[in-house]
């Protein structure tokens, strides 16, 4: 009354801490086994009211982010700022800056050495680790139990991630899925690649062929954190030539588990961001291992349908990258791999 938003009825088992910014886990469990698949923060709370064929029901709808979106929101202020150092040993001390206690699996401890900082005000948290790690080309993301996941370029080049988990095929007798999603476009088409580091002189490399058949077409990241321009010269080698030429891309596939359910549920609830997995498409000769970049989960409660989404990336970018960095002076002699391969 009088305008005082109140926090939810107090005979409520939740009382008093429905609010916003506390932390929320979705869980599913198949054949006795936990699965997280997703963990995160609320953002909203949402009451409302839907019809059924009688009376009213009570209904909310939640909203939340995962760590990521919290690192969003955070300012670095600091008059020293971050010294030189490896680039996992800069996502661990950011994450320190927003809480000591965030779970964290840092794998590999990087191979680029991110330059220092110097002094930092209302340097965006988020947009630092973006920098890192378009720098490093290694990957930065959540896991389903709400730990942020951190991926050097070699990581995906070594076991686990070099074998295949699982083959997902259009031919009967195999994991099936119900849709891929082919792409040959030209959205990732660039001859024309600038790659500037802080504090560097700007590094151009072109193919004249490309830009013949294609048009000129740029590609520019600036502000990058390497320590040496040989390296933002090395990284802009490896993009124009992965780049210069349109590719048949398969970006995702979807899959309904209940199809197969011993066969898929424990796929699609155990297999996680950076896992391997092979993809079959008889007429179009695809037989092809890719990474899963991204998950996405839609459950309709009505008709207890669910489907899963995977967001792709051709496997084949990181073996294709071991031959860059080993004349780069200074790195730890490592394989290239990509941020958010296509």
């Known amino acids: 009354?009088?305008?005082?938003?109140?926090?939810?009825?107090?005979?409520?088992?939740?009382?008093?801490?429905?609010?916003?910014?506390?932390?929320?886990?979705?869980?599913?469990?198949?054949?006795?086994?936990?699965?997280?698949?997703?963990?995160?923060?609320?953002?909203?709370?949402?009451?409302?009211?839907?019809?059924?064929?009688?009376?009213?029901?009570?209904?909310?709808?939640?909203?939340?982010?995962?760590?990521?979106?919290?690192?969003?929101?955070?300012?670095?202020?600091?008059?020293?700022?971050?010294?030189?150092?490896?680039?996992?040993?800069?996502?661990?001390?950011?994450?320190?800056?927003?809480?000591?206690?965030?779970?964290?699996?840092?794998?590999?401890?990087?191979?680029?050495?991110?330059?220092?900082?110097?002094?930092?005000?209302?340097?965006?948290?988020?947009?630092?680790?973006?920098?890192?790690?378009?720098?490093?080309?290694?990957?930065?993301?959540?896991?389903?139990?709400?730990?942020?996941?951190?991926?050097?370029?070699?990581?995906?080049?070594?076991?686990?991630?070099?074998?295949?988990?699982?083959?997902?095929?259009?031919?009967?007798?195999?994991?099936?899925?119900?849709?891929?999603?082919?792409?040959?476009?030209?959205d990732y088409i660039y001859n024309d690649v600038r790659i500037t580091r802080s504090g560097g002189t700007e590094q151009v490399v072109t193919d004249a062929t490309s830009q013949t058949n294609y048009g000129k077409r740029s590609l520019s990241r600036t502000g990058l954190l390497m320590n040496s321009d040989i390296w933002a010269q090395s990284q802009a080698d490896y993009l124009l030539s992965r780049y210069k030429d349109p590719l048949l891309r398969v970006r995702s596939i979807k899959i309904t588990p209940d199809a197969n359910p011993t066969v898929l549920w424990p796929k699609v609830l155990g297999l996680d961001i950076g896992s391997r997995i092979t993809l079959q498409l008889a007429q179009a000769v695809i037989n092809k291992d890719y990474n899963i970049e991204g998950i996405s989960h839609d459950w309709d409660s009505r008709t207890n349908n669910w489907q899963t989404k995977w967001q792709l990336s051709d496997a084949a970018a990181i073996i294709a990258t071991a031959k860059l960095s080993s004349g780069y002076i200074g790195n730890t002699g490592a394989v290239y791999s990509t941020v958010r391969a296509s």
């Open 1 to 186: 009354a009088g305008g005082t938003v109140r926090n939810f009825r107090a005979g409520s088992p939740y009382y008093p801490n429905v609010l916003p910014g506390k932390r929320l886990n979705l869980r599913v469990v198949y054949n006795a086994v936990i699965y997280d698949i997703f963990t995160g923060y609320v953002t909203d709370y949402k009451p409302g009211w839907q019809s059924p064929n009688s009376g009213k029901g009570a209904i909310m709808r939640v909203s939340a982010v995962g760590l990521i979106g919290n690192l969003a929101r955070l300012l670095l202020n600091d008059g020293t700022g971050f010294s030189a150092e490896l680039s996992g040993t800069r996502v661990g001390n950011v994450l320190d800056k927003l809480s000591a206690n965030i779970g964290r699996d840092l794998v590999g401890a990087g191979q680029s050495t991110i330059i220092a900082s110097g002094a930092q005000v209302n340097v965006n948290a988020l947009d630092h680790l973006n920098a890192v790690q378009q720098t490093e080309l290694g990957y930065i993301f959540e896991a389903g139990d709400g730990d942020l996941q951190y991926h050097d370029r070699l990581t995906r080049s070594a076991s686990p991630y070099t074998v295949s988990q699982a083959t997902f095929s259009d031919t009967p007798g195999n994991s099936r899925y119900v849709e891929m999603e082919l792409e040959y476009g030209d």
